[in-house]
């Protein structure tokens, strides 16, 4: 448990804890000790913990084979579950070939819709998962809504948990120059961000941030900059994969050089 959790004590922030322990029908201080690494969760309190943290099944698979070879009393046992984890990291090593090999086949269908990764990022969340919830929440109608996850799924996308609740199957994805939909993505998400920025520039927008300015320098300070908005997106995407999935934000960076035609 002590590899499985590793990191966890410093992820949870104050005052989740308790609602961590009672989660997993613990208490906070034998909870404290599992953290360090100095004591082990039972199997269903592994299984609690999966479920608080909103674990997709096959990492749930792998979390509960990590628990039990680290609860295994004998070395018979301890390459049993050895070989569990192995096999699991296979499964999810076809999973992720496969899923990569239907979005080379659906890049543009998806990259280019505004729609298909909206509905997509809102299976994602963890009290929006029905098409009455997925319509209050983005305003489209339910047959919009029903038509794009019936694309989703075609996709490798996403999938029907239980009747009529949806659940995203991938959550990370990524398209780079090489991919059809590559300029209307950004185009889309661009023209988004300066919508939202007209409608909202004369009142307080909480957490939302827009810069823009002129940067008179030369190449190399250019190429530090770059350099350093490469490393804070390195920075930012361990604390979004850590943390609850609660709402929809849109980051988008921009640094090019200013020439013809203007």
């Not at 499985?4 to 997993?24: F, I, N, P, Q």
């Not at 070939?97 to 963890?126: N, P, Y």
């Not at 957490?207 to 900059?225: C, G, H, K, Q, Y």
Request: proline residues 2%; hydrophobic residues 35%; charged residues 25%.
């Amino acid at each position: 448990m002590s590899y499985a959790l590793k990191g966890e004590r410093d992820r949870v922030k104050r005052g989740e804890l308790s609602k961590l322990a009672e989660h997993m029908a613990c208490h906070v201080s034998y909870l404290s000790q599992v953290l360090k690494g100095e004591r082990h969760c039972s199997l269903e309190q592994g299984l609690r913990f999966c479920q608080w943290k909103n674990l997709s099944e096959i990492q749930t698979q792998f979390f509960m084979a990590q628990l039990s070879y680290e609860r295994a009393g004998t070395q018979s046992l301890k390459l049993y579950y050895k070989n569990a984890k192995d096999e699991i990291k296979r499964k999810a090593t076809r999973i992720k070939e496969q899923v990569e090999t239907k979005m080379l086949d659906g890049d543009s269908i998806f990259f280019s819709s505004l729609r298909l990764q909206l509905i997509h990022a809102m299976t994602q969340l963890e009290k929006v998962n029905t098409l009455q919830e997925f319509s209050n929440f983005s305003g489209w109608d339910e047959g919009q809504i029903s038509e794009s996850l019936q694309t989703l799924k075609s996709l490798g996308l996403v999938k029907e948990a239980k009747p009529g609740s949806w659940q995203a199957t991938h959550n990370f994805l990524h398209i780079d120059r090489s991919q059809t939909g590559y300029s209307q993505f950004h185009q889309n998400w661009r023209n988004y961000s300066l919508t939202q920025f007209l409608l909202n520039s004369s009142r307080e927008t909480g957490s939302d941030f827009n810069m823009s300015s002129l940067v008179i320098t030369d190449p190399e300070v250019a190429s530090f900059i770059s350099r350093a908005l490469t490393t804070l997106i390195k920075d930012i995407s361990p604390a979004v994969r850590d943390s609850q999935s609660q709402q929809v934000y849109y980051l988008g960076i921009d640094f090019t050089q200013v020439q013809k035609p203007w």
